[in-house]
């Protein structure tokens, strides 16, 4: 075992087991998935900490307990259409991808998305479709969607992502402006029940470019 690996093991043991993630199938995506891969190489000795790292354009790639946390709260069983609104590093797109059927991924910076899109491919994740846009407005000609992640804060979840979702679906994402939590929503024969998890720090979801 190499060093990364062992940092990666401990990484999950001590910031994602130890903190009460419990799926299996999530952590297994977790030790699948080295975040070194994620992080830009001036911060790669830290891209095991327990912490938010900056990924350029004002963006950051999420501390690994929340991005598995939000997995988690996402009841994956295997056979989902995920969107995904916030691309970012890609970080949390290559979880994903590893859990679900099919992701979507949408992202306002063309820079960050050839970034994350080239290391994906480079690491051969082939169940991802990438889209340069505004993610707050989702992605309606391909909807529904078994299951929305978003990984940055809009002020309130916007309808227009809420009508997106399948029926029995599950969104998961940050809302608020400075303060912010990480929300569940669930749509139940077309209700919609909403959940307050914890108190989150995301950047913004900008809703006009």
Known sequence: ?????????????????????????????????????????????????????????GQTISQPYIVALMTELLELKGSERVLEIGTGSGYQTAILSRLVKEVYTVERIVELLNIAKNILTRLNFTNIKFFHANGYHGLPDYSPYDRIILTASPRRIPQTLINQLSNNGILVGPEGDFNQNLVKIKKVNNEIFKEEIIPVRFVPLISEE
């Open 1 to 57: 075992m190499d060093v990364d690996n062992k940092q990666l093991l401990e990484m999950i043991e001590y910031q994602i087991i130890n903190r009460g993630i419990k799926d299996h199938k999530v952590i297994e995506a977790l030790k699948s998935v080295d975040r070194k891969f994620f992080v830009p190489i001036h911060l790669s000795d830290y891209a095991y900490d327990d912490t938010p790292l900056s990924i350029g354009y």
